[in-house]
């Protein structure tokens, strides 16, 4: 019989099998930690992402400018430019910052807000590209984007340029730059996918990513600044494998064009990923963590300073050709001692739940085979969550020594001056406005 052909009963006690696994897993933890505020830890995160079957919301109808065709009038370039053609900028770190063009893409992103703001700070002339609807969910219309973005250049004379278009199609990311008219020296690229799901990881992190470099090329851009991440370096999820292709076509690019450099910054753990026991230890709830809590660590980074980091490649001679990891201030911390440290801020006595990595793994190992043998379920992205959230219970967010093959603190490299201690003190005050988590509720 064609699987695909299945009659609809079976189905329906395939999909009712695949709730009650969720289910057993559910009660699995609950005896464990016989607390809800299990539910609002990391490790719940996992076991949402086995709700089966996932729904997410539709992604809003983009709408993009209607442009003139953009004049030819400079040279050719490689791949990327072969019907195309720039009208600057090679040396463009000799001028001065208002005269230098930097287009960003993931403008209205957790990270990319800040970039944006950073850039315009230090006199950038920043062009931002969005979507007219933005933000996790698209909760943000074109007002409140221009109306961020036009703040942020306050502190000094240049604007920023909000350019309203599709980064996932390159033809209209292209005529939309074009309508600009204006040169671009440098591309900022700081687009992530919001679900993490295996098609959307490729979309967004490899093929918009790449769209951008297009444009940016077309238009003269002899700089890219990519935002990637550190665990790239021991890949097993679909967005890093993503993230590291384009990686690649940066490196190639480089190559190809002597002229053409390119940073890409390579950050640990964000501190919207660590705050979401906050509330839930404040309110008498554990803090929740996998095996003895030491399985993994990392040097957390706020978004202030990451965007810092991001804008020296900007001009940065030391930065230019280069990977660079890059982590928070002060030593490196792990579950355990995030954890200690909560509990010594909140003024209350440490309640851990350790939960066993195992139930992880069983899991997982069940939604794959769900994906391999009922590829109709559609239980693809359900068991990447499952892997994405399996990743973060146990790999570091360090360099990795190639001569050992361990996670290195020592060589982990710091920038800045926020420490997740000043951010446990924010979020146990204020709460965690601005660090929500994206649509997949893991990163
Ligand atoms: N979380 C961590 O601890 C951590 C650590 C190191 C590295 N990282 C890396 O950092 C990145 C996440 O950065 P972030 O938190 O700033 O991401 P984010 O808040 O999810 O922002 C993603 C950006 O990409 C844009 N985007 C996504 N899908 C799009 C689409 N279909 N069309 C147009 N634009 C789209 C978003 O635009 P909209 O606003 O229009 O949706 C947004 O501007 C990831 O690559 C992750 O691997 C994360």
């Known amino acids: ?47 949402m992402a086995l709700k089966l079957p996932l729904h997410f919301p539709s992604p809003p109808l983009f709408f993009h400018r209607n442009i003139a ?36 893409t993931g403008s209205t992103g957790y990270i990319g807000k800040f970039v944006v703001r950073e850039l315009a700070r230090r006199g950038f ?35 920023t340029t909000v350019c309203f278009s599709d980064v996932t199609d390159s033809e209209t990311l292209n005529k939309s730059i074009d309508g600009l008219d204006l040169p671009i020296d440098v591309v900022v690229c700081c687009l992530a996918s919001r679900n993490g799901g295996v098609k959307d990881s490729w979309k967004i992190d490899y093929k918009s990513s790449l769209n951008s470099l297009v444009a940016g090329r077309r238009r003269g851009a002899t700089h890219f600044v990519l935002l990637s991440a550190i665990c790239v370096q021991r890949p097993s999820l679909e967005f890093q494998r993503a993230k590291l292709k384009f990686e690649e076509e940066l490196v190639k690019e480089a190559e190809r064009c002597p002229d053409f450099s390119y940073s890409i910054v390579r950050p640990t753990a964000f501190f919207k990923s660590l705050g979401g026991q906050v509330e839930s230890v404040k309110s008498g709830g554990p803090y929740v963590m996998f095996g003895d809590g030491e399985l993994c660590a990392c040097k957390p980074i706020s978004e202030e300073d990451l965007a810092s980091f991001m804008a020296d490649c900007v001009l940065d001679d030391d930065k230019m050709r ?31 739940l350790k939960v066993p990595i195992g139930v992880m793994d069983f899991s997982i190992s069940i939604l794959d085979f769900l994906v391999k043998n009922l590829p109709w379920l559609n239980l693809e992205d359900a068991a990447e969550f499952g892997k994405i959230g399996r990743y973060y219970a146990a790999e570091s967010m ?33 709460g965690m406005q601005g660090q929500e988590l994206g649509e997949q509720n893991i990163f």
């Open 1 to 47: 019989m064609d699987k695909h052909k299945l009659p609809s009963q079976f189905k329906i006690i395939l999909i009712q099998i695949s709730n009650f696994l969720h289910h057993i897993i559910q009660i699995q933890i609950q005896v464990i930690s016989d607390s809800p505020a299990f539910f609002s830890s990391f490790s719940w995160l996992f076991i």
């Open 125 to 159: 002339n920043v062009i931002a590209v969005a979507r007219e609807r933005s933000g996790i969910r698209g909760r943000d219309d074109k007002n409140k984007t221009l109306e961020d973005f036009s703040s942020d250049s306050s502190s000094k004379s240049t604007t």
């Open 398 to 430: 360090l360099i990795i020594d190639p001569e050992t093959g361990k996670y290195d603190a020592e060589k982990t490299p710091s920038y800045g001056k926020d420490t997740l201690e000043d951010f446990f003190r924010r979020v146990i005050s204020n």
């Open 69 to 104: 065709p953009f004049k030819h009038t400079g040279r050719r370039f490689g791949v990327f430019g072969s019907n195309a053609t720039s009208q600057v900028t090679a040396n463009f770190r000799s001028k001065s910052p208002d005269d230098i063009n930097v287009l960003v």
């Open 322 to 352: 280069k990977i660079l990891p890059i982590g928070g201030p002060g030593k490196a911390l792990t579950p355990l001692e995030q954890g200690e440290m909560l509990f010594r801020l909140i003024g209350k006595k440490p309640i851990f």
